[in-house]
């Protein structure tokens, strides 16, 4: 997924819009730790029903007595080396879906809108005086590129756990924490992970209260969804964002402070340099190699996980470091750890229960 090839018009459109709004999405302190966190909008009091349902939604309980509302789900981010995976959920009143996002403010999949387009989206979102806030509610989780690798990373004896599945955990999440607040959900929609068919039937087991439909180009199809993908794209847009200034206000190189590879004298843009976080991005790649401490490679904001990441480690001038492999001690026995190995055939029982026996020349 991370070496997807992409073109000059694509990678623009991924790119960061230069005065990107920052939206209350982002939470700063846990964006720069590289920490995965979720935040929730304020629901809308005209959707706020009076009884909250249970947040797993798994059992017929009391349905919310606010007004029915489709939920859109959709993410940004998987593809990059750079920064976080971001799954943007977005709800609002059923008969509104079509006339207020399709209509009158013209939402559509985040990755055919120009930066700044999706950025006033946003911002018109969260503004508090607009229709949009009035009768929306969104939420995203930012799954940091740090945790990513981690999580990619565990040795295969501990249970890896792959993109798809952060993905969907991510998802069930959000969408329980809309329930928890009392949104009377009728009518989920999801763009697809991997085949539309089993991610649908894990989700209708997990909200049985719900119709739920998943399918491709979702973010084209259901405006609820296209509002998702812009909630999601301008969060991990702005995550870019904050995370390069810090970066670049710490006036160190790679997760060390070292200098990166020498000999690359390639022209870097200042405004972005580091541009959409794809692989296939020249300005990403510069910005890798440049970068590159030899031991730590790089800060939070990268996904080690990535082949583009390991092959530069591994080839580029990163340190191979030779981990020591432990001794088998599962045919120890329990006497081991309390006899010594090399006492003498004549030692007392006794005295290497406590040690060798000490002559009177030791005093």
Request: hydrophobic fraction near 35%; aromatic fraction near 4%.
């Given at each position: 997924m991370e070496d997807t090839p992409m073109d000059e018009g694509n990678l623009a459109l991924e790119t960061p819009a230069s005065n990107v709004f920052v939206p209350p999405s982002i939470h700063r302190a846990a964006t720069l730790r590289g920490e995965t966190y979720t935040h929730f909008s304020p629901v809308p009091p005209s959707l706020r029903a009076t009884t909250p349902t249970s947040t797993s939604n798994t059992t017929d309980s009391q349905q919310p007595a606010g007004v029915p509302c489709a939920l859109g789900v959709?993410?940004?981010g998987r593809g990059p080396v750079l920064g976080p995976m971001v799954y943007g959920i977005f709800y609002l009143p059923l008969p509104l879906s079509d006339p207020l996002l399709k209509t009158t403010h013209h939402f559509d999949d985040s990755k055919v809108l120009k930066p700044e387009v999706r950025s006033s989206l946003m911002q018109t979102l969260c503004?508090?005086?607009?229709?949009?806030?009035?009768?929306?509610?969104?939420?995203?989780?930012?799954?940091?590129?740090?945790d990513i690798g981690a999580h990619m990373l565990k040795?295969?004896?501990?249970?890896?756990?792959?993109?798809?599945?952060?993905?969907?955990?991510?998802?069930?999440e959000l969408i329980r924490g809309v329930f928890a607040r009392g949104v009377n959900v009728k009518e989920i929609y999801v763009d697809t992970i991997g085949q539309p068919a089993a991610y649908q039937k894990r989700l209708e087991r997990v909200f049985p209260t719900a119709q739920v439909t998943v399918a491709k180009k979702a973010d084209s199809l259901y405006p609820c969804v296209s509002a998702a993908s812009v909630c999601a794209k301008v969060t991990r847009d702005a995550a870019l964002e904050?995370?390069?200034?810090?970066?670049?206000?710490?006036?160190?190189?790679?997760?060390?402070?070292?200098?990166?590879?020498e000999g690359d004298e390639e022209e870097v843009d200042e405004e972005q340099s580091w541009g959409s976080g794809y692989p296939a991005d020249p300005k990403c790649s510069a910005w890798l190699r440049r970068n590159m401490h030899p031991v730590f490679g790089w800060g939070p904001e990268c996904r080690f996980s990535w082949g583009t990441a390991k092959d530069m480690l591994e080839s580029k001038g990163g340190v191979k470091v030779e981990w020591p492999v432990d001794e088998d001690e599962s045919n120890?026995?329990?006497t081991d750890f309390f006899m010594s190995s090399d006492r003498e055939q004549d030692a007392d029982e006794l005295g290497t229960w406590f040690g060798t026996p000490a002559g009177l020349e030791a005093f």
């Open positions: 959709d993410e940004a503004t508090p005086s607009t229709d949009l806030h009035a009768s929306c509610g969104w939420a995203i989780s930012s799954l940091s590129a740090r040795p295969a004896n501990t249970g890896s756990y792959n993109l798809n599945a952060q993905a969907m955990d991510a998802t069930i904050v995370l390069y200034e810090a970066r670049a206000a710490s006036g160190t190189k790679g997760a060390g402070g070292g200098d990166g590879a120890s026995r329990l």
